[in-house]
């Protein structure tokens, strides 16, 4: 068999672990043929590959991002996308696709299934709100970046009488401020699924003052105020036109030192929670999705994705795979509630 | 209610974290009172207690180690251990304990259940082998601290021409060697659960020299070889006349190195596995863990351990956790083989 | 002899590593004892102490923050400042001063030694901007902080194609961002000591993008383009009514956007560059200058600084401490230059 | 100017920084070209080489090891050896050549100078132990990754009453043993400088076993006790016949647990500390070497070596180079022996 492979959508630790292991049990044990498609789906509209074998995959475990390039690329946002794609894989001898990225990859990894392409799923997202599976590697690595950088503004909080704010991933999902905050003893954590009261929050960060430390506040990028309750200054355009994103940060460190009439200083990790090398558990998940993956595809069991299931790896349909966003349930917010203030 | 708490058997990062928990939330939202208990057993057998407040619990959750110290002391070897455990623990007016530790802990912690005590069980393994619950806190970071001692051996390993052998953690279980070494990329793991062929790993390290990378053995402590294969050197007696255990290491590196005739050096990584920092995966699961048996607790559900299912915290029988070791089955060891050589 | 310590100023990893070794070397050797004050200069001032023995120090070389905390009290700008604190030392019975701190810091000192007071200084400037000495702890510890976090972003920016920019600390001397940008193999550095032309900085940003992988610009919170260059936009005031200080990293995002017509994201390190557990090098330093610093005590060889010279500990007039700011010199940034674009 | 690179000796974290610098400023600034040679002097000796440029050096900074390889091959040990060198670097149009090696490869970098060969040395120990350079790069690297090492072993120490060995790298100085040891606070550092009292060792060990803590030692490879002290257990013999080298570790623990009565453990780093990323302090240093490395053989200035000053770089004699070992002077040994026991 002659399997294509490609990796899209935003970076994420782990990507080189499942292509080294699709690779190298595709190889050693099927005696499979692989090519490598650049950049996400633009790889195969555009007919650009890269060779894929065991010398291609050698060193890369460790290696953050991914040897095979990526993009945003949506062949379903052109007429002739899918038709291209078919066409290209034809021309390529390609019996199979494995595709590994979040919702809009797989997205199109379904519809290129319905259309008859022979196709397996690898999902990734380190926000880690995909419904379909316990755990997506990546996360682990961007919690426990966000994890040191806490543990160190403490020592900080601890000398000094000032309220510190961090800004991390999670659009949609609050996994990352849930998992980091509660890792590193946050005395308030925002996330976009619950909006919150800024009294409240002042509240938690007057308390913590009483005890002679420090308060900090982990905010995902997505969380926001109750309605009406935080003045939101303009953010500006970028140079695309578009709104900017993000800035809750910045603006609750105002907020706060307005409020609390003490200092207020922000830290926004942004891309560093996706880059480098990756944790042990996301390097065993990667390889393993990578490895079910190649299972999958040589079994000829297409349309599927791998997802954890406790500690088993399983396959689930694509359809049932991007069905759902994955939130904090209320509670998993609870849990963590315990401690603020 | 006045409750006891206690942290039995071997160091394990997440220990601390176990216990603010259990304390933060049984202080703050059901305003229960707290005593520690020294060194395991030892301290509800001699009575020897320590100030458990939410000012002792501060700033514990990423420190390594136990506040309320361990050991291995068993009242079950003592004629009236149990006796005077239950006359200590109505003497200081304690109406629950919740006892933290591994197979030993648990065990007596069972065995005063079905005396009558209050007692909640919190799991701890740093090996990972404990079969009611999917993982245990202290394992993970474990695993990290084993990877990246590997990750730095490949580049020392690319440049010479040697065989680098690690010796982890795992007298019953290859959890660690397992997952650090699939982390790392490791071309040989060597686990308890199968006795290794001497011939076997040799080849597996020939073939990897013909690549120009030098060959990595990650090898568990309770690992052997086919029974007859290896001549084993005696490893003399301790200051306690006890046959030396470990050491696996070493014998293995004499005997790659006789049989390739190519040097091989060897790494005892010991206890640094298990101290430090835990990660944030052992963060949030020791703090669920601790929040967990404290509602159970609180509920009265007496005889019961917390438990890891999939992504939820689930309460299981003393009895169930404690009843069998879990191993590394044999397809998890089947993935890892892919990679060797 | 009854020898007092402070703190004073910013956060610095290896403040506790100096408390610890004077009062080591200081009891252990010498039979001194110790009283430690509270924040910097607030603590002689209004007599808050706090007890200073082995026990106290027990534990904390590997600590961020410093157990004695800290503040930026300055008594000089107090009419009764020097002599409520002259008064405050002979009612503690303190025949000897140890002040670790910055310019305002060792100021005081200084003017404290000129009115007859016993004190020893001791260097502490995560800047690196301090002309007596060749380092100061602290600044090591920041520089390993940023590296890794450029080294996450190297990876994120090999996949994709944007601009990323990483504001770290330094608001008159460029050391950090110097040895971060060289150490992380930036594209740019940006610092105070040399206005930036952002015609330049988006031409090395251009040239890298040529090669397929993606730009990285260090800069310095305190750097700034030349005269006219960037339209600068209102930072707005803080709570406290005074201009925004920082925001460069932002600013520097928004014009490079604008300019290249690609993405720009950026990340402020801020307090994490000032947080958490010193390096070996500032463990090292801060523990010598210590020891050195109780050596002066003991000789009464006061109106001293410790400094590093070479690999020697020296001493050095205060005044000679605290006359010049140590900026990056042209040949150094020349340097790091050679690997623009 | 054709200028050809080789690497040789042990493993040293910091290599390819040097390889880098060197023909990143040689390429941009001056126009030169380059050739690498394979693993030493074996290159220039059976003129094994590989393409050098740019392109070659791309991405190599933060990686441990050395794109060129590495080998102990000394060619004074042939007959020819000197000869065969100076033919093939005519034989590949080479002017001059850039050595990177420690106390041997600078010795043939010497001799063939002498012979008229164009050449420039660049020193790389990971000990730490050549008296005309302050420093030299990968010892740093070596001393953080053996401190952390030793602090996750501290939270270990602090709950069982157990005696714990470190065995770091150091065959002649014992440097990285006393930074290593200072900057975590052992309880008693041994290097080879100074033979030791086992009598002595074990009175700060039980010293510190009334503190509640227990002991870590941490002790050089080369670390010997004083004659007589201690029975030397046959080490056995390697697969070449040669005496095993080193054991240090688990000899001190054996007779550690006799005489005290309580365990001991051992941990032996070994590559681990050679291998990884390095610290920035290595890298800074690693790069300027490189830099001024190429400096030096563009203004023809052979037979040098570059030196760290204090915080510059200089030029010294090659012969000056490798004249003397530099140890551990006692005054820096005694500095540590304040926190013995």
Redesign the interface.
Known sequence: MRIGVLTGG??C?GLNAVIR?VV??GV??YGHEFVGFRDGWRGPLECDTQQLDVAAV??I??????IL???RTNPLKLDDGVERIKENLRKEGVDALIAIGGEDTLGVARRLYDEGVSVVGVPKTIDNDLNAT??TFGF?TA???A???I??????????HRT?IVEVMGRHAGWIAL??G????ANCILIPEKPFDIDRVVHYIEKRFE?R?APIVVVAEGAHPLEGQMEVQDQ?R??FGHVRLGGIGQRLA?EV??RT?K??????????Q????P???D??LA??FG?HAIDAAHDGDFGTMVAL???DIVRVGLAEATAELKTVPYERYE?AE??FG
Not at 182 to 185: F, P, R, S, Y
Not at 263 to 270: K, N
Not at 274 to 277: A, E, F, N, S
């Open positions: 935003g970076d630790p292991a190298r049990k050693g044990e050698r060193g475990l460790p290696r953050g991002g991914t390039g990526s993009s316990d755990y682990d919690v426990n970046i994890m040191e950088a543990d160190r503004l403490h020592t900080t909080a601890e000398s000094h510190l998992h980091a509660m890792a590193a003893g005890t430390y500006g970028d140079a105002d030192e307005r009439g200092e207020a200083r922000f830290t926004v990790l942004g891309h560093i996706r880059g480098g090398t944790t042990a558990f390097r065993v390889t393993r490895l299931r406790g500690t849990e315990v401690f």
